[in-house]
């Protein structure tokens, strides 16, 4: 009987914890999400301000098409989605043609 209670109490402590980590996972990818839209605007004003002073926006660009490139390979891991791939791919040709570039210009 006793035995039959600790394991009763084990598993409500299992589901609670559950919840509590499922909710610090939810705010976690929540907060990157967010912090990814400020990157992202960062990335556009940095952009504009290079291209009305005749600068180079590889770099920008570059670090751009890596986090896509980043994302589709995550989610083509995850789910093996024909779009995910394709997706994938053309970032990555982006990202070769914005270092190529960048490297071209820089060295």
């Not at 939810?26 to 504009?48: C, Y």
Request: proline share 1%.
């Amino acid at each position: 009987m006793e035995e039959t209670r600790k394991e009763e109490i084990l598993a409500r402590s299992k589901r609670e914890n559950r919840n509590g980590d499922e909710r610090e996972r939810t705010i976690r990818i929540q907060g990157e999400s967010f912090s990814l839209i400020f990157i992202l605007l960062m990335g556009i004003v940095l952009i504009a301000w290079k291209r009305a002073h005749g600068l180079p926006d590889e770099d920008v660009l570059a670090m751009f098409w890596m986090s896509c490139l980043a994302s589709r390979v995550y989610r083509l891991s995850q789910r093996r989605d024909k779009s995910d791939g394709i997706t994938a791919v053309i970032s990555l040709a982006f990202l070769v043609y914005n270092l190529v570039k960048f490297f071209q210009i820089t060295g």
